[in-house]
């Protein structure tokens, strides 16, 4: 997806070096310790995955009344299912969940920044914040989605939701055709990131 959008090739080092001086900063201070940072980064890397998002989508393949569920109230869904502890918090008291149907596509952005599901995907990628990519989705969603490779029929309706700091929404993406003699954890691996962000189809190649 990132290789859709321009951006200046020095931006990982820029960025490396803003936040580095900004952690100094922020120690020098004594707002946080020198192991804050990476204990943050660890919970989302161990606890706060798109693992947590894989098993809610196979939960509502599989469960037609926890998908109904997942839709009317979606932190009490998620609340249902064995997953890791947080994720009523880390902005999960404000997850949304729309499924795509057929005749139905959804697109997941945020208009203004970077808001974001944590819980259920992790950290947002970076193309995701892209100006380029926020703004073109919101105005153009069916030319952006055909360029990074989903080809909907022209009577697909194509919703485009705008994550906020009061709802961050996720994509239920439909379950691929023959797949009813899949294992639970054959399902999972036909869910990524992409396609719970609705800029990429369930089973196919990222």
């Not at 706060?48 to 998002?53: A, D, E, V, Y």
Request: with cysteine.
């Amino acid at each position: 997806m990132s290789g859709q959008f321009a951006y200046p090739q020095d931006r990982e080092q820029s960025s490396a070096a803003k936040v580095a001086a900004l952690e100094s900063l922020l120690i020098e201070k004594g707002v946080i310790t020198p192991e804050t940072v990476n204990k943050v980064l660890a919970y989302f890397e161990s606890e706060m995955t798109p693992l947590n998002g894989k098993k809610i989508v196979v939960r509502a393949w599989t469960d037609a009344g926890f998908l109904a569920r997942l839709l009317a109230d979606t932190p009490a869904a998620i609340a249902e299912l064995d997953l890791p502890k947080g994720m009523v918090g880390a902005e999960g008291e404000h997850l949304r969940a729309v499924a795509n149907a057929p005749g139905v596509h959804n697109l997941i952005i945020c208009s203004l920044c970077s808001c974001f599901p944590w819980p259920v995907l992790g950290l947002p990628p970076y193309w995701y914040k892209d100006p380029v990519f926020r703004a073109r989705a919101a105005r153009e969603p069916r030319k952006v989605l055909a360029e990074v490779g989903v080809h909907l029929p022209e009577d697909t309706e194509i919703k485009v939701w705008d994550s906020s700091g009061t709802a961050r929404w996720f994509v239920i993406p439909e379950r691929p055709t023959a797949t009813e003699d899949f294992t639970e954890a054959q399902l999972m691996e036909l869910v990524t990131t992409e396609s719970m962000m609705g800029v990429a189809l369930a089973g196919a190649r990222s």
